[in-house]
């Protein structure tokens, strides 16, 4: 449980780090969303710029299996390395958007 916790804490750090970078245009917010019961992260920005609709989701994780699973990223820098920054193991992090063919290529786990 230990584990987990602090995997709850270094998701929410990075996401916080980038959550306090507002955007450059437009009215649009950052939103945090933390299901810490179901172990569900995410950024999302939601707003409006000349008259046209923006939303979507910057980074989204989840916790499965004692693992972090990141769902998207949709930064230039890479999530993963935020974490493994934060001394998360690369063994401990799932790349969700890479397919499961490809993920033993990777450096980070496979499931």
Not at 39 to 62: E, I, P, T
Request: glycine share 6%; charged share 25%.
């Amino acid at each position: 449980m230990e584990k987990i916790k602090q995997y709850q804490a270094c998701i929410q750090q990075v996401i916080e780090r980038h959550a306090s970078h507002r955007p450059a245009y437009g009215e649009v917010e950052l939103q945090t969303i933390y299901d810490t019961e179901r172990h569900h992260y995410q950024l999302v920005h939601a707003g409006w710029h000349k008259n046209q609709r923006k939303y979507g989701c910057l980074m989204h994780f989840d916790i499965i299996n004692g693992k972090i699973w990141i769902q998207h990223d949709g930064t230039e820098i890479g999530v993963a390395n935020e974490l493994v920054e934060l001394g998360i193991p690369k063994t401990e992090i799932v790349l969700a958007y890479q397919p499961p063919y490809k993920r033993p290529y990777t450096e980070f786990a496979v499931a």
